[in-house]
């Protein structure tokens, strides 16, 4: 199911700020040489993070699921001096990848690359984070959430990316093992009292979820 018609999205992004050449250089070379390009954020959904990210200027950057790095660079262009984004990548093939790829950022120094297991190496990483972006395995989406929704500042966000799962989450026919995930997964967060939530049809879906501040707010 094509969820966004390509002409409006690439509309949309013609018409959206532009990313840094080095950053949209990434994305190209991923699409041309990477077996599994489709894993990556499009353009305007980097675009969208880019531009999120420097409204919060969060000093502390959690990304679950590196790919090559070019969501992680959009993230990175918030980052406030002095700031940290922590990234982790389960695959040591494109954890290579995104290390070369970060070596052309402004960032680079900022940015700090983990690889292996993301339930195992965020409990020692002791920060607490302003924007969590959640993109990795869909089974574990519950899992991520729960281990860093204690995590996350007070005026905070988490982003999870893929929710509408290329649609279906819509689908009552569709039984593979992604897609019941991120069903069962937004309904989880929906049912949340501690959160609240928006779910903004970009791509293939993104969650924007923030804790309630208090027992009033929906």
């Known amino acids: 199911m094509i969820l966004v018609n390509p002409e409006i999205e690439q ?5 959206s700020g532009s990313l840094p050449v080095e950053i949209v250089k990434i994305y190209e070379q991923t699409i041309a040489l990477h077996p599994h390009a489709h894993l990556m954020s499009s353009i305007i959904q980097g675009q969208y993070l880019s531009f999120l990210s420097k409204l919060l200027n969060p000093r502390y950057i959690l990304e679950i699921g590196t790919f090559t790095g070019f969501s ?5 262009e918030g980052l406030r001096k002095g700031g940290e984004l922590h990234t982790i990548e389960l695959r040591e093939a494109d954890s290579l990848t995104a290390v070369e790829n970060f070596s052309f950022s402004s960032k680079r120094e900022q940015i700090h690359l983990h690889t292996g297991n993301a339930k195992e190496i965020i409990p020692t990483l002791g920060i607490e984070w302003d924007l969590i972006f959640i993109d990795a395995d869909k089974t574990g989406y519950i899992d991520y959430y729960e281990m860093v929704l ?5 005026d905070g966000m988490i982003i999870a990316d893929n929710v509408l799962f ?8 569709a039984k593979d093992k992604n897609s ?3 069903k069962i997964f937004n309904q989880h967060v929906n049912k949340d009292k501690r959160t609240t939530q928006v779910i903004v049809p970009v791509r293939d ?11 009033s707010e929906v």
């Open 11 to 15: 509309y949309s992004s013609d018409l």
């Open 150 to 154: 204690p995590l996350l500042n007070k």
């Open 180 to 182: 019941k995930a991120i």
């Open 72 to 76: 992680t660079l959009c993230l990175a």
């Open 166 to 173: 290329h649609g279906k989450v819509i689908d009552e026919e």
């Open 205 to 215: 879906g993104l969650m924007m979820i923030k804790k309630k501040n208090d027992e």
